[in-house]
Nanobody
């Protein structure tokens, strides 16, 4: 059964950092792209970043560039999201997803994890 499991969320003060991980059962890691999305209360799910199979290509929401870095370790079937200089506006549930393109549309991804909560306090 396909399974993506996120971890690494938690409570952090503004200006702090977190690294999220998404471990894959191995059956979805053959997909060409892995993405991170987030959803804050009362808001739509928002694209954060995506990375291609080799890690050589990536795509970021413009507002994330310079603060967030997506990476992957294919040997560990894991994709990461390093988040720096966090602000309260980054508070959301963060989801990883598997797809075939570095798309920004959630509908382009076929498999999703259950999400991990990130809360940034002042």
């Amino acid at each position: 059964q396909v399974q993506l499991v996120e971890s690494g969320g938690g409570l952090v003060q503004a200006g702090g950092s977190l690294r999220l991980s998404c471990a894959d059962s191995g059956r979805t890691f053959g997909y060409n792209a892995m993405g991170w999305f987030r959803q804050a209360p009362g808001k739509e799910r928002e694209f954060v970043a995506a990375i291609g199979w080799s890690g050589g290509r990536s795509n970021y929401l413009n507002s994330m560039k310079g603060r967030f870095t997506i990476s992957r370790d294919n040997a560990k079937n894991t994709v990461y999201l390093q988040m720096n200089s966090l602000t309260p506006e980054d508070t959301a549930v963060y989801y990883c997803a598997a797809g075939n393109t570095l798309a920004r549309e959630a509908g382009r991804y076929g498999y999703w994890g259950q999400g991990t909560q990130v809360t940034v306090s002042l």
